[in-house]
Structure formats: structure tokens, C-alpha cells
Nanobody, 127 residues
């Protein structure tokens, strides 16, 4: 069983930055693919970014390319999401997710390819 705990959310003005963290339990953290998703009120959960088990491959949603960066520290069992140039439309609850499922990179955007989810952290961007 893996437990994921997000932190770092909050209120920020448009154009600002935030860094989210997701701490994971489990001795096999370094073998997980990790991802960040978000869900705004009244909308479906949306893929944001994902990273391979060794950090060598990253996959970004078009809506965040050039603004958001995912990284991981396997020694600390933590994955990060650096968010820059935030926009009001980035407002959502952000969830981290972990997967032990092999999948093509193009499938990393599908929530069904993830086995474990955190409880989420709220990010609010004011205009």
C-alpha cells in the first residue's frame, strides 16, 4: 500500500508561483511513475504532468507546457510540481498519483493508469 500526501497549495496572484510537494510512503517509491492531476469545481479530473520512475521522461499537458515542471527526489520519496506564471484557470484541487503499471507515455494522461492517489491540495489563483 502507498500513501501520498500533498502540500504546498494556497492562494496566489496571477503571474505568481507555487511549488507543490507530494510525500509518499513505501519502500519502492523509486519504481513508481508519478503524476499530477487537477480538478476544478464542476469539471472532470484533468491530467497535468507525469514523470517516469527515474525522472528521465516527462510528459506535460499542453495547457501547462513551459510553465509547470515536475521533478522527483527518490531519496526523499517526494515528487514536486513547480508552477510558474500561474493563471486564474489553474485554480483547482491538485492531486498527485502513483502508478506501478507499465504504460506508453501517451497513456500517462489517463487516471486509470494510476493505482494510488493523494487527498489533494487546493490551489487558487486570483486575477
Amino acid at each position: 500500500q502507498v500513501q501520498l500526501v500533498e502540500s504546498g497549495g494556497g492562494l496566489v496572484q496571477a503571474g505568481g508561483s507555487l511549488r507543490l510537494s507530494c510525500a509518499a510512503s513505501g519502500r519502492t517509491f523509486s519504481s513508481y511513475r508519478l503524476g499530477w492531476f487537477r480538478q476544478a469545481p464542476g469539471k472532470e479530473r484533468e491530467f497535468v504532468v507525469a514523470i517516469s520512475w527515474n525522472g528521465g521522461t516527462r510528459y506535460d499537458a499542453d495547457s501547462v507546457k513551459g510553465r509547470f515542471t515536475i521533478s522527483r527526489d527518490n531519496a526523499k520519496n517526494t515528487v514536486y510540481l513547480q508552477m510558474n506564471s500561474l493563471k486564474p484557470e489553474d485554480t483547482a484541487v491538485y492531486y498527485c498519483a502513483a502508478s506501478v503499471v507499465e504504460a506508453f507515455v501517451g497513456a500517462w494522461a489517463h487516471p486509470r493508469t494510476y493505482n494510488y492517489w493523494g487527498q489533494g491540495t487546493q490551489v487558487t489563483v486570483s486575477s
